[in-house]
């Protein structure tokens, strides 16, 4: 079976499932495989940050205040003037 013969194929598969209603259902079935894949990923990425030192609740990050936000834009504007 040529590739233009396999399009064709999944267009119509595509067109009838469309009219059978279960195109939406597999296609929310795809998303939720692909958000619990995100979200294994995105765990297992924070726990290596973690091991590393470099998670938001890491020591001493909770004691360093936010940089004042004008001073920030006062020494930017510094900077790009020189």
């Given at each position: 079976?040529?590739?233009?013969?396999?399009?064709?194929?999944?267009?119509?598969?595509?067109?009838?499932?469309?009219?059978?209603?279960?195109?939406?259902?597999?296609?929310?079935?795809i998303?939720?495989?692909?958000?619990?894949?995100?979200?294994?990923?995105?765990?297992?990425?924070?726990?290596s940050q973690?091991?590393?030192?470099?998670?938001?609740?890491?020591?001493?990050?909770?004691e360093?205040?936010?940089?004042?936000?004008?001073?920030?834009?006062?020494?930017?504007?510094?900077?790009?003037?020189?």
């Open positions: 079976m040529g590739f233009m013969d396999k399009a064709k194929k999944f267009a119509e598969q595509a067109q009838q499932e469309a009219k059978d209603g279960t195109l939406k259902a597999r296609a929310k079935g998303a939720d495989q692909a958000q619990a894949k995100l979200d294994e990923v995105q765990t297992q990425f924070n726990e973690q091991k590393k030192g470099w998670s938001d609740t890491s020591e001493g990050a909770a360093k205040p936010a940089p004042d936000p004008e001073a920030t834009a006062d020494a930017a504007e510094a900077v790009a003037a020189t």
